[in-house]
Structure formats: structure tokens, C-alpha cells
């Protein structure tokens, strides 16, 4: 079911309503009556007969006509029963307030099962426990208890009032948007991000979403969901929770499992979102992402009348990758003619006084600048709006015609406009005017440098989006079967791990180069394997019960004759015997001696909210010591894998450093795809490490690799 | 002469006085009697009588009473007579506002130039040109035009009007601090920043200093100078022209010279400088710092609430390298006691509404969580302040109790609390008590972060100052002038490089392990010397003419017969007359074949602002590829050199990296102190490169070495 008729909802049963003026059940319906709710509200509790002018219902079954939304407010053990109460009504929607559920431990756990299984039963949709609330602005239903808040087109997606409620206070203070749905996700015990995405992706008064996450239960659609919607509408998301500290906090806070804060935050850049690290921009750059058009080709001219400020500003996008090219020779001819001989005009344009007694120059000099082909945005800095209000009145007049003028500018060139003003707090005319034209204006230097920053990597994703190809390939459909079987047989000796042959020929089924390795059960068998590959080779130990070869003596290499090959068997058998006298020997892998490569690593991992998840580095010091690796969310495409290989810093070693021979990243990018299409094919597999793996000329060879499963109680 | 005279000035001659009221010189007089300056006003313009009430002087020289500084509002080019004038009368100091000097290319320079020649010769000492003016508070002695600027014990020193404006801006809005002085540096021709920073380090009022640099023209005093001040009072700085469009802004700004931003960090670092990277960070790290006792063990307790904004600063604390260590299990006890079950107490504390109805709790919190030994110093966040406007007006008044008790907790407990409040803008009474103890209130997360960071940052170097040795050692004396002589010898020969056996030879005069190097000039002589060396030879062509050696074929390996020495010495000879016919050829330089080891690279360059800089790092990749390299102003101690090669993320390699023996730590720190020396003992090199260096377990070589010489007319 759609969530539309919960947070849309036209009648509200309020349990645990109450005529006690400090108690959420009455300040609920208090809420609802100082907002102006139109549809019903039913207060519940059964020692209460009338509450705020209301009849009151002893439960919610007793109600005559239909209800949309239960908001509960009583404490976390009385839940399962208010939900059953409600279930018999057939409402389809619950608010639980009460924390004390998961997020307080194995106790507060098995309780918000308890409830998720009494709203599946029912057919309740649950948003909370642990939840600030919902608010809809279009139709004043507001169960949080936030008033005042503006009706606008962003919607709130937290997992915190409080976070909330400094967004909203931002809004007021500092811009003019407003707030289109609110909710507090709370333990997402039922209802989980990627549902609320969606219903925010539908609902058209809704044009950007920001969102605060501490962590998720189901972080492989959200980024599903988040894929479609970014090309639709902006998400801006903040993710605390990284610092193990952090993490604690957050644990204790919503009882969401916080995840690999790095991996996480690539994902979500990858699938278009914003993602914000400081809290202070996070309001700030959804208002900006959600009017202003992008920016196309990341360059920006900076307008100033001071020059600290278009020093720092200049010092800032630079930072976040934005160009801040010279302006055309005309450009700079025509800025020169209206500008006092000091300033200076190639970009930043620092005006140095020259708007001291006209204001107006401003928009003069922005007009010229955004005829300008090579730009693509302005940012004004400095104390445009308190020219009036600092020098004399009558430039106030000519900074609110300035504002008109830069608001129809805006509009005529689709080109975007961000102000910084020293001014901006103190909301002069001006720059509320400003503001009126979706021209954003901040007192923050960082924060104006910021939003234009976004809006150029906004501007860039959905250029790529169209032309990116996210097909995976499928190797492996018919090699399925016997995978599996290699896989059961495991499991039937109770293993978790599979011994390097088995790994190394799985991998094999889903496109890596098919290993030289021969298994040989006896030693005739190991001298028959030396023959037949021909030249040195390395013997190591088969044996499930042996996983760390070396340590267990269990590996020889450059073998390059027969006797050499004898011994080495039976020394190897000998080692791993008196390692583990019970250890269950299947022979030993011969394997051809690699030559010299550049030695990579390939692992995947399994990810609490995002699933399996797939690193790639250099070996040697670039991963031990540097941790010079790259992630992604699998699965991967054939584009994220080359990108990986190239996005780490250590990608010129691999591309023919100093003379040496570059390495083969189309087989290299093939092996990850097939490392992809293993964890996607097989979601029995814990963990895979491939190590290492000797990349050459032309081909490469995976030396070693290990599987792990997942427990069967997984 | 100190600068007591300008900057406590008490008579004041303003050039280029006005009776029009948008002059400048109109609007300097108005300011000063705005404001209240109980010193002398002498308006000074041929041609008015009377301005404002005062007498005009046609000249400074016809003003009857001495005048302690003249402020100088007329154009640039009227600016040399004006200080002749102003010279004639003995007027000690001069502000010079006027721009188009230094900042606006060479024709501005010759004329600063011829300024600062009339400056010394009446021995006026100059403050900008190209500056906003300056300001002293006590004595209401207002140069700039600000008004209304806040007294107190904060010292501004900028490079730019507006980033003082903005600064003045916030300190008025969002602190109960003010400013002791300011000072616009501008073009910094005359004096420079490391003299008002001394007189700033002896000014009682002063308590802090907060400083905007866009670029310095004598780094080197100024760290000598910030050195001294930063173990008496904090010096905040931000740098800013960083960025390539940032240095063009700033070199068109104030004329100074943007240097090697990293470098220039690192150097302001170790002189105790807090550099902030954020201009909205700027002030309230000042006026945490002004105040507030610094943190003595980096750890810190978060109390808030609510989860949201305990997770965000939790993360935010981390990042800075800040501990939030679990608090005692008695705290923890008896902060149970007093808080909801649902609350957390471990750290971050959330009171989980446990101070909903009584926010005195807060205190009560504070007050055992700062009895924790273990506890350095305390943030708030969340809502504190706003309860009284938000829930119900008697709060407020237990908020101002809870204020008062906060303010007398942190004097007596001596650690520092700062606060984060989504009120610190409405300036609530609760809120400004605080401030009025010294606790400073902030509504951004991040900046409330980053000032418990600081006082964190700030207490360790205070601890680290006097454990600090910072001597240098001083092999060389005695060798000086055998190095002198190397260097005359080039200078004589036209030269500004020294061929490589030079350059080893006057490495080991201060200290770097003598080259067995052997220089032959024969054929004959290179046999001899590949006797000498006994083993394995390398040859290289020794000439003046001959800089690139490999690609002049100049270069024989791995020479371990007599026949071969004399086939390579008559083949490199041969190379280098085939490769350039009139090079005049020395020789050879007959060298040991080297051992394998580790690979590290040494450098010097001479810095603009900073002067001679040295860099390390370890060859190969990690220089070429990676860039992991550390840098620091000359001269270095001996515990710098230490921190110089362990700074380096590949320091592991050196420092034996998977069984592989270590490099010899001690022989490298004391080749780094040796060309520390070397670039201290001779002004004249302009760099240095030592590349590679190859350090063995014992020991290490230099294997090359090359030194360039200033170009004499430098």
C-alpha cells in the first residue's frame, strides 16, 4: 500500500489523549486545532470523556467512522495492544512516539518485532517507533508539535526532531522557502526510507528532498529509489553517525545500524545525491538545488566590492573544483568602462568602490558577465543589501531596483545567481527581494561558495546521467548450476570457506581467467601436474581444515624439478600434519610460477545496510600502508569498474609508470565484473578476498583467492 | 621607532580634510568626533579655512603643535610630497589610505617604492598604503569609518576592510567580546606584520589576536615574532590565497606576494598560530580562545538534548581528533539517577527529555561530568536558551539559574564549556548570561565543534612549547670558509650551479657523511681511483658546461674491470664533446656502485615570504606519483628533522616495512640538519636537491647532489 492515505490523511485518532496540558496527547490536539487541520480528529483513552471540545473514545474500535492515521503516545509496552485495537478498526496507518524499543538493546528489540508482526497481521503500516511524528503542510496535519512552520516545497526527511527542528528554524530565519511534508523515519521499524523517497518522488509540490541519516535498514533501495528520483528532483542528505563515538550515539538514538560511512557516501554521490558534511549547509543548498537552475560547465564569475572577500571566495570553489575562468576581452573591456581604473576585472570582478555611490553598477556588471559564453553562474560577494542601510538611504531605493533587475536577469539568462551579503541576517528589503526571486542570499562565505558548488556537480550529474549505461553482464547464467554445487558441497562438509581451487574455479565460471592450477591428491599426481605445466611451479597445501597455508607450513614454491616437486609434497603433507594432526588433507594445488606484474587486490564484503560491497587497491604498501583502495555497492557496471581502477591514486603504477609496461585493465575490469556478478549470483557469499592478483601486459592471473560463506543461520 | 606613537596616537592630522561630506576626508573628521577621540583634529587642505569647527592648515608643517600621525586621504600620486611635508614637521607616522600602488603592477611599485624612500629618509614610519585605517579603541582613535565597533580585548590585524567589517559584524551580533585595535596592513610597505604583532604581544588589553593574510612580506620575522606571542597570547589567523584565481585576487588586492600555502600553514602551525580554514570560524574561535582555559587531554564530554545534533557533533569532534571517552562508571551512576531510563549516559549524554520540564538539569549534569577526571572540558548542544520561549516562560528563569550555575561551575573546575544553541541568535537572556560568564554560545554545530577542537589544539602546543628544544647544531664554523671558497670559485667561473662533487663536498663539510667519491681527471687517474674504491664503479662526467649528465651520455654503471673504468671514461668523454663540442671537461667522477636500500629525496627552495624551506620525502612513487612529501621553514632542530621523516605517510617503508630492514633514522635527521645548516650558512644558494639519497640500515649515501646559486644581481 501507497502511503498516501497515511500522510495525507483527513481523520486522526489520537491515543492517549489527554486533558493534562504537559502531555504530548493533549498538545497533539492542540496542534492539530492551532494549525487548522480540517479533517476529524477522534481523541482516545479511556478514562477521558470529552478532551478540548472532542468526544473521547475509550479505543479506537469504538469510533463510528473511518480513520486514516493512529498517533500513539503511550509509553512502548502498551503498543502491541493499541496497534491490535487499531487493527481491528482497519486503520491503515500508525504513529508510534514511544522510544524504548530497538534502540535500547536486545529487549526494546524483540518488542518492536512484536509490533511489526501485529501491523503485518493487520495490515498497518507503521512509521515510527521512536519518531518525532509527520507533518503535512498543504493540509495542516501536523502530529509533531513544530509550530509555525512555513508551507513551502522541501520535504523533511529525518531521524531527528531536533535536527528538524533547526531546518525548519533555518528556514525561517534565513530564507524564503518552506516545508511541504515532514517526518520523522524514527527506528523504521516498518515504513523504511526508500518508501518515503518514493511517495516524496510522486508528490508534486515537493520539488527537493533533504534528508538527515544516522543510519538504514535497507540501504540497497533506498539507492534504487534515489537513482530515479535525483534525475526528478534533488536529495540533499547529511549522514552522521561515522565517528565510532558517533556511532554509539546514533545506536542509542534509532537503533539503526550505522554502516561503512565511506562506501555509503560514495553510493549515495553515485546515485545523484547531494551529499552535505556540515550541518550549516545542509538547509541552505536544498534551497538553492531547489529553484536555481544548475550549472553547466562548472565556471563561475565572483563579483565583489572588497577584495577579501572574492580572495576567500576565489580560495573556496576553487577547493570544490569550480573554474573561475578570465572573462572574454569584450567582457572585461565593458566591465572596465563602468569601474573605477583600480578595479579589477578579469575574475573576481572587484568593483573597488565603484559601486560606493550607485548600487545599480552591480546589476550592470552582472548583466555584461552573464552575456559572457564561458560562465555559467555568478556569485556576488560583500555588502550588497546594507548600502542603504550603512552609507545613505536613498541607495537603499537603488539596491531594490539592483534586486528586480538581478531577479529578471536570473530569469532571462537561466543562469544562476548566489549572493553572499554581510547584510543577509538583517533581511533588508533588498535582499528579501531578492530571495523573492529564488536568489539565495547567506551572511556565510562558505556556505554561498558551497551552494554554487553544488549546483555545478548537481549540473554535472544529470549531464552524465543520459549517457551512462548501467547494464551488468552475465557471464555466468548457464555456469550457475555448477557454482551452486560447488558452493552445497561446502555446506555439506559444514564448511564456511571454500579452499582455494574451489574459489579460483567458482570465479573462473563467472569470466576470470581460468586457472593453470592442477589438484594433485598424490605425489605421482603433483610430478604428472609439474610435467604438464611445464616450467617452475609452487605447491600448496588443499585441506578445509587448513586455512592459513603459510603459517601451516603448507606452501613451497619455485619448484623447478621432479625430486624438488617429491620432496616438497611430502614435506608440505608432513607440515600440515604435525600443524594439525586431524586436518583432513586433500593434496596439494600446483600451481605455474607467476611472473612479475603489478600486484592488485579485489575484495568484497557484505554490508549491513547496502549488502555486498566490492574493494579494489595496488598492492603491497598502496593498500597496507597507504589504504589506497576504491569501493562500490555492487553491482558494478563495466563503466564504475574502470572508474574504480582509475580513481585511486595509485593508478599511474598500473598505467605504465617510469618506462614499465602498463597493465591490462580491460581484463582487470573484466575480473571485477565478475567478481560483481558472483556476489549478485551467489547471496550465500559472506565475503570474497582475491589476493593477489598479478596484472601484466596482456592478462593477468589470480594467485590466491578465498570465499567465505555466510553462516547458515544468516 | 615602536609604533606607541601612531597606534595610541593623540593628535591627528588629517590630509586631505573636506567639507564635502562623500569625501573621505570629510567623513574621517566626522568619524573621529563621532566616536569621541579626546586627542587633537587638524584638518589639512589648501583650500578651505575651517572644517567642522577646526582651523585648516594649508600644510602639515604650518601646524604649531606636534602631531603624532597624519592621515593621508589624498591620491596616490600626491602621496611622496605629502610625507615631505609631513617629514618637515617630524610627524613620527603616516596612514596612507589612497590604492594604485604596489597592487596594481610596476608602475604602482616604483611609486611605493619612492614612498617608502621618503618614509626612512625622514624616518615616518608608514602604515599601508592601500589600507582602511586603523583603530584604537581605549582612546576612541577611529581612522576607518566603522562605527559603533565594540570595545574590548580582541586585536584585529587584516589585509582586508571587509573581512574586518564582517568580523566587526559578528563580534556585534553573535558575542559579548569587542576589539582592542584594529589595523588594515594593506600593502605592508613600510611596516610589516611582525611589528604590530610585537606591539600587540605587549599591549595589556590585547588577550588575543585574530589576524586575515593574504600575503606577507617578511614570513621569517613574523614567525620569530609569532613564536614569542603565542605562549603569552593566541593568535587566530586565517590565510587565504590559496587558490591560483585566489592569488591573483589577492595579488591585485594588496600587492603582496602569495607564497607556498602549505608550507606557509605548516610554519604558522608550528609557531602556535591557530589557522582556521573557514572565514565563519574566524571570530568565534578568537573569542573562545580569549577567554576560555584550553583543554588538557584532548577529551571532551557532549551533553545534549536530543540524538540528532550529540551524533552530528560526536562526528564532527572525531574528525577534529578530539576523544569523547565513556565517562566514569560513578558518573555514569549518578547521571542515571537523574535522567529517564531512555537516556544515554556513556558519552555523548542525551537527557532524552529529562530536561523538558526542568532544564536545570542541565547543570546538574555538567556539574558531575566535569568532577570526571577524565573529562577536559564539556559541550552543550540542542536547545538550551530556548526553553523559556519554547515550552513555557518559567523555564526561562530556570534557565537563567542554570545559566549562572554553568558560568561558576567553569570557574571553579577551570575546564573550559562552550555551547551550542539553536537560540544563540535570538540572544535570549539565558543565552547572554552565559556569554557574560565567558561561555560562548554558538548556533552552528560545526563552529561550536571546531572552538572545543581549537582549545584542544591550543592547550597541546601550550603543553609541547616547553618541552621543545629548538637549537641548531652548528658542524660547520670551522668549514665555512672552505665552503665559501667552493662558491667563490663557481661565482668566479660565472657560475650559478655547482658541479656534484662540489655540492658533496660542501655537504660534508657540515656534517653529511663524506662522499668516497673520487674525482679523476685522466683516464689514468680513473683506473687509479676504480683501484681505490675497490668493487663495483659508477662513472659520471664532471663539467660545468654539462648539467643534464644522463642525457649527454654521461653517465657509465656498474664498472667492475679495469678495461671497462678506461673504455667508459673514453666514451663519456666522447659523448659529452659529441653532445656539446666547446663543454669544458673536468673529468670524471669515479663513485662506488651503491647498495640497495631505501630511496628518499631531500630539497631546499627559497621561499618569497619564508625564505629557505627544505622538503623530504621518499623517492620513487611515493614523490613522483603519490607527492607524500613534508615541508618546513629553515632552519630545523633536531626534533623537527625527526618529525619531518615520520610525518610522511610512507614513513612505515623507511621504517622497516614487511621484515624488510629499517632505514637508519638518525644518520638521515642528521643529513637534514646538515643542509638545514648549509642553507642557513650560505644565503647565496637558491636550492638545493639531494637525489636520490639512499639510506641503509647503517648509514646512507648521497648518490646525487646539486646546488644552484642565487643570481647575483638577487
Redesign the interface.
Known amino acids: 500500500m501507497g502511503l498516501e492515505r497515511i500522510l495525507d490523511a483527513e481523520s486522526v485518532a489520537v491515543v492517549g489523549a489527554s486533558n493534562n496540558e ?1 502531555k504530548r496527547g493533549y498538545q497533539a490536539i492542540r496542534t492539530l486545532l492551532d494549525e487548522g487541520f480540517e479533517g476529524k480528529i477522534y481523541p482516545v483513552n479511556p478514562r477521558e470523556d470529552r478532551i478540548l471540545g472532542f468526544k473521547c473514545y475509550r479505543k479506537v474500535a469504538d469510533i463510528e467512522d473511518p480513520v486514516d492515521v493512529a498517533l500513539i503516545t503511550t509509553p512502548a509496552k502498551t503498543i502491541p495492544g493499541v496497534l491490535e485495537d487499531c487493527g481491528r478498526k482497519g486503520v491503515p496507518g500508525a504513529v508510534i512516539i514511544a ?2 524499543f530497538g534502540e ?1 538493546g536486545r529487549e526494546g528489540r524483540s518488542l518492536e518485532k512484536e509490533i511489526v508482526e501485529v501491523a503485518r497481521k493487520f495490515g498497518i503500516r507503521v512509521i515510527g517507533p521512536n519518531t518525532s511524528g509527520i507533518m503535512n503542510l498543504k493540509k495542516s496535519l501536523n502530529l509533531v508539535g513544530l509550530h509555525d512552520t512555513p508551507r513551502g516545497d522541501i520535504a523533511l526527511l ?6 528538524a ?2 531546518l525548519i ?1 533555518e528556514a525561517k ?1 534565513k530564507s524564503h522557502k518552506g516545508i511541504s511534508y515532514y517526518v520523522g523515519v524514527g527506528n523504521e521499524a516498518d515504513v523504511k526510507f526508500h518508501e518515503y523517497l518514493e511517495f516524496f518522488r510522486r508528490d508534486p509540490e515537493t520539488k527537493a528532498i533533504l534528508m ?1 541519516v ?1 543510519g538504514m535498514r535497507d540501504g540497497r533501495r533506498f539507492l534504487q529509489q534515489a537513482y530515479k528520483t535525483t534525475t526528478e528532483k534533488p536529495i540533499i542528505l ?1 549522514k ?7 556511532k ?3 545506536g ?3 537503533g539503526a545500524l550505522a554502516g561503512l560511512s565511506e562506501v555509503a557516501k560514495g553510493a549515495f554521490k553515485r546515485a545523484g545525491i547531494v551529499v552535505v558534511e ?3 549547509e545542509l538547509f541552505p543548498v536544498a534551497e538553492t538545488l531547489s529553484t536555481l537552475p544548475t550549472i553547466k560547465n562548472r565556471s563561475v564569475a ?1 563579483l565583489a ?8 571566495a ?2 573556496i ?3 570544490l573544483g569550480i573554474e ?1 575562468p578570465e572573462l572574454h576581452e569584450k567582457t572585461q573591456a565593458k566591465l572596465k568602462k563602468m569601474l573605477p ?2 578595479a ?1 576585472v ?3 570582478v ?1 568593483v ?1 568602490g565603484g559601486t560606493d ?1 550607485d548600487p545599480g553598477i552591480f546589476a550592470d556588471c552582472a548583466e555584461e558577465i552573464l552575456k559572457d559564453h564561458h560562465i555559467g553562474g555568478l556569485l556576488v560577494v ?2 550588497f543589501g546594507g548600502y542603504g542601510k550603512r552609507f545613505a538611504e536613498s541607495l537603499g531605493l537603488v539596491e531594490e531596483d539592483t534586486a528586480h533587475r538581478m531577479g529578471k536577469l536570473l530569469r532571462k539568462r537561466k543562469k544562476p545567481i548566489v549572493f553572499h551579503s ?1 547584510y543577509a ?1 538583517e533581511k533588508t528589503h533588498p535582499l528579501e527581494l531578492l530571495r523573492y526571486y529564488n536568489i539565495p542570499v547567506y551572511d ?4 554561498a561558495c558551497k551552494c554554487v558548488g553544488v549546483l555545478a556537480d548537481y549540473g554535472d550529474y544529470l549531464k552524465s546521467y543520459h549517457a551512462r549505461t548501467n547494464f551488468v553482464l552475465n557471464w555466468g547464467e548457464k555456469a550457475k548450476p555448477w557454482g551452486k554445487r560447488i558452493i552445497s558441497k561446502a555446506r555439506e562438509e559444514g564448511r564456511t570457506v571454500l579452499m582455494e581451487h574451489e574459489a579460483k574455479r567458482l570465479l573462473s565460471l563467472h569470466g576470470a581467467p581460468h586457472p593453470q592450477d592442477i589438484l594433485a591428491r598424490t605425489e605421482e599426481e603433483a610430478v604428472k601436474a609439474f610435467h604438464v605445466l611445464k616450467g617452475r611451479v609452487a605447491l600448496k597445501i588443499v585441506s578445509p581444515d587448513i586455512l592459513h597455508k603459510t603459517e601451516a607450513g603448507g606452501i613451497k614454491l619455485d619448484l623447478n624439478t621432479e625430486s624438488g616437486v617429491r620432496k616438497a609434497f611430502r614435506e608440505i603433507k608432513g607440515n600440515a600434519l604435525s600443524f594439525n594432526p586431524s586436518a583432513d588433507i586433500r593434496g596439494c594445488l600446483v600451481c605455474p610460477m607467476s611472473d612479475d606484474g603489478t600486484e592488485v587486490i579485489i575484495g568484497t564484503k557484505t554490508d549491513d545496510q547496502f549488502g555486498p560491497v566490492i574493494m579494489y587497491g595496488l598492492g603491497g ?1 598502496m593498500v ?3 589504504k ?1 583502495v576504491s569501493f562500490r555497492v555492487l553491482p558494478i557496471s563495466s563503466k564504475s569498474a574502470e572508474r574504480m581502477i582509475e580513481e585511486t ?2 593508478y ?2 598500473l598505467n605504465g ?2 618506462g614499465r609496461p602498463p597493465g591490462d585493465k580491460k581484463s582487470l575490469r573484466r575480473l571485477l565484473l565478475a567478481v560483481s556478478e558472483l556476489a549478485e549470483a551467489y547471496p550465500e557469499i559472506q565475503e570474497m578476498d582475491l589476493n593477489p592478483v598479478m596484472v601484466y601486459e596482456r592478462g593477468l592471473r589470480v594467485l590466491d583467492a578465498r570465499i567465505i560463506l555466510k553462516k547458515n543461520d544468516d
Open positions: 504537559t522510544g524504548g535500547l529525518t531521524q531527528s526532531g531536533n535536527m527542528l533547526t528554524t530565519l538527515y544516522e547529511l552522521s553517525g561515522r565517528s565510532t563515538t558517533g554509539k550515539s546514533a542509542s538514538h534509532t556540515n550541518s550549516d565572483i566590492d572588497g577584495g577579501g572577500h572574492a580572495t576567500i576565489a580560495d570553489l576553487t577547493d573561475i581604473f583600480t579589477s578579469r575574475n573576481p572587484d573597488a555611490a560583500g555588502l554581510l541576517s556565510s562565505l562558505d556556505i604498501v597496507e600502508i597507504l589506497d591514486k595509485s599511474p603504477i609508470f617510469r
